[in-house]
C-alpha cells in the first residue's frame, strides 16, 4: 500500500510538472486564416508565440506586464494591441479592469488575455465547435468581432449601473436616508468603465489606419459601426455620470440642510436658556439679600424675567433667520 501511495504521489507531482511545463494555446486554423487564443498566459503560452509572429523580446515584455493600458504598436511584421475592459464583478458590486491582448498579421491573430474574458472565449469555442471548412476570414474582421462582443459588455456593465443609480434616485427623494457609500460606488465604477473607453476610439481610428488596404471597404464599414457604437457608450456613460454627479449634490444639500438646521437648533436652545442660566447663577450668590429675593411674589418675579428674556432672545431669533 505504501508503495502504491508513493507511486500515485510520483504520477501526480509528473502530471503537474508536465503541464506546468505544456504550452495551453488553443489554435484554430481555417483555410489560410489562423487564430491563436490564449486563456490566463503564461511566459510559456507567450512564447510558444514567439515564431507566428516573429515577436521580440521586447514585445514578449509587454505582454507579459501586469499594468492596464489601451496601447498600439506597429510592428514590421504585425499589429500589437493592448485594451482594457471593464469586468463588472457582481459578488462586490465593483467594476475591475482588465486587459486583453491582440497581435495581428494579414493571415494570423492571436488574443491573450491573463484573466477570464468569456465573451472572446466563447466566440472562439463556437467557431471551434462549428463542423464548417469556411474560412475564418480577414483576422481584422474577427478582431471586429471581438470588439463587437466587448462593446455589448460595457453596454450591459452600463445598464446595471443605471438601474443602480435610479434606486439610488428613489431612495434619496423618497426615503431621505444617507446614501454616501452607494453613491460613491457607483461614481467610482463610472469612472473605471471610463477609463477603458476613453481611448478606445484612438485606437479603432489608429488600427484602421495601419491595416493594409486590402478589403478596405468591409474594413472601414465594420470600423466605422464600431467607432459609432463606441461613441454613443461613452455619450450614455457621460450622462449617467452626470446624473449620479447632480444626485451626489443633492445629497450633500440634503445632509448640509439637516446639519445647518440641527446647528441652528442647538444655537436656539443654548441662547434661549442663557439668561436662566445667568439668574439663577446670579440668584444663587452667597449674599444675605440679594437683589429681588426677599420681596413680595420674588419667585413669580424671576420666572417671569426668564420667560421674558427667553422670549425675547427666540424672536430676535427668528427675524434674524
Known amino acids: 500500500m505504501a508503495v502504491h501511495a508513493v507511486c500515485e504521489g510520483t504520477l501526480a507531482m509528473l502530471y503537474f510538472w508536465y503541464m506546468t511545463r505544456r504550452s495551453t494555446v488553443q489554435r484554430l486554423k481555417r483555410g489560410n486564416t489562423e487564430w491563436f487564443n490564449v486563456e490566463h498566459a503564461r511566459s510559456l503560452d507567450v512564447q510558444s508565440l514567439v515564431k507566428p509572429f ?10 507579459l506586464d501586469a499594468s492596464h493600458r489601451s496601447r498600439l504598436f506597429v510592428r514590421p511584421d504585425y499589429l500589437m494591441v493592448f485594451l482594457t475592459h471593464p469586468v463588472y ?5 465593483d467594476v475591475v479592469i482588465q486587459e486583453i491582448d491582440l497581435l495581428l498579421t494579414p493571415h ?33 474582421l474577427i478582431f471586429a468581432d471581438v470588439l463587437s462582443l466587448l462593446i ?39 469612472i473605471d468603465v471610463q477609463k477603458t473607453l476613453e481611448s478606445r ?31 454613443e457608450l461613452q455619450n ?8 449620479i454627479v447632480t444626485l451626489h449634490r443633492a445629497h450633500e444639500t440634503y445632509l448640509n440642510s439637516r446639519t445647518n438646521r440641527l446647528i441652528y437648533i442647538l444655537t436656539s436652545v443654548t441662547i434661549i436658556v ?8 446670579i440668584f444663587g450668590m452667597n449674599t444675605v439679600h440679594p437683589w429681588i429675593l426677599g420681596t413680595e411674589k420674588d419667585f413669580s418675579i424671576i420666572i417671569a424675567i426668564m420667560v421674558l428674556s427667553g422670549t425675547f432672545l427666540w424672536l430676535f431669533l427668528r427675524r434674524k433667520r
Request: overall charge negative; proline content about 3%.
Open 54 to 63: 516573429h515577436l521580440s523580446d521586447e514585445d514578449i515584455r509587454l505582454i
Open 89 to 93: 464583478d457582481r459578488v462586490r458590486d
Open 108 to 140: 494570423a491573430i492571436a488574443t491573450i488575455h491573463h484573466s477570464p474574458f468569456n465573451q472572446v472565449s466563447s466566440l472562439f469555442s463556437t467557431l471551434q465547435a462549428t463542423k464548417s471548412q469556411t474560412a475564418l476570414g480577414d483576422p481584422a
Open 152 to 190: 455589448e459588455d460595457v453596454r450591459d456593465i452600463l445598464e446595471i449601473l443605471a438601474k443602480q443609480i435610479d434606486v439610488v434616485e428613489e431612495q434619496l427623494f423618497h426615503n431621505r436616508r444617507s446614501l454616501l457609500q452607494e453613491l460613491l460606488s457607483i461614481q467610482t465604477n463610472l
Open 201 to 231: 476610439t484612438t485606437i479603432i481610428d489608429r488600427l484602421l489606419a495601419a491595416l493594409p488596404k486590402r478589403t478596405g471597404s468591409a474594413r472601414t464599414a465594420t470600423y466605422a459601426e464600431l467607432h459609432r457604437q463606441t461613441d
Open 236 to 243: 450614455s456613460l457621460n450622462t449617467e455620470y452626470q446624473t
Open 274 to 281: 442663557m439668561p436662566a442660566t445667568l439668574l439663577a447663577g
